[in-house]
């Protein structure tokens, strides 16, 4: 996210940070090719940093072998199988 802020033309606002396919989409109110171009390789990198610890990781299907259902998550090794409520404490 911070290198996020950097490419943003001033005055611009974060309007939603979310996870979508297992990658950070970063949706703002400038919304020119050129912030466009800007958020993509930012928003790619994040495929190859784990959602929980920030440790170097890569894109995991978390759903039962051969079903197409699921969800896609970028974890490290050690939370690889990792349930969202386990990190909360729940």
Same mark, same amino acid.
């Given at each position: 996210?911070?290198?996020? #802020?950097?490419? /943003? %033309?001033?005055? &611009?606002? $974060? /309007?939603? $940070?979310?996870?979508?396919?297992?990658? #950070?989409? $970063? #949706?703002?109110? !400038? &919304? &020119? %090719?050129?912030?466009?171009?800007?958020?993509?390789? $930012?928003?790619?990198? &994040? /495929?190859?940093?784990?959602?929980?610890?920030? !440790?170097?990781?890569?894109?995991?299907?978390?759903?039962? %072998?051969?079903? %197409?259902?699921?969800?896609?998550?970028?974890?490290?090794?050690?939370? !690889?199988?990792?349930?969202? /409520?386990?990190?909360?404490?729940?």
């Amino acid at each position: 996210m911070r290198e996020a #802020l950097v490419v /943003l %033309p001033a005055g &611009s606002e $974060i /309007l939603q $940070i979310k996870e979508k396919f297992g990658g #950070l989409r $970063i #949706l703002t109110n !400038a &919304s &020119s %090719p050129d912030v466009r171009n800007a958020l993509q390789p $930012i928003e790619h990198r &994040s /495929l190859m940093v784990c959602e929980i610890c920030g !440790a170097d990781g890569h894109l995991w299907h978390d759903g039962d %072998p051969g079903q %197409p259902a699921g969800w896609l998550r970028t974890r490290c090794q050690e939370h !690889a199988h990792t349930r969202i /409520l386990e990190v909360a404490g729940v």
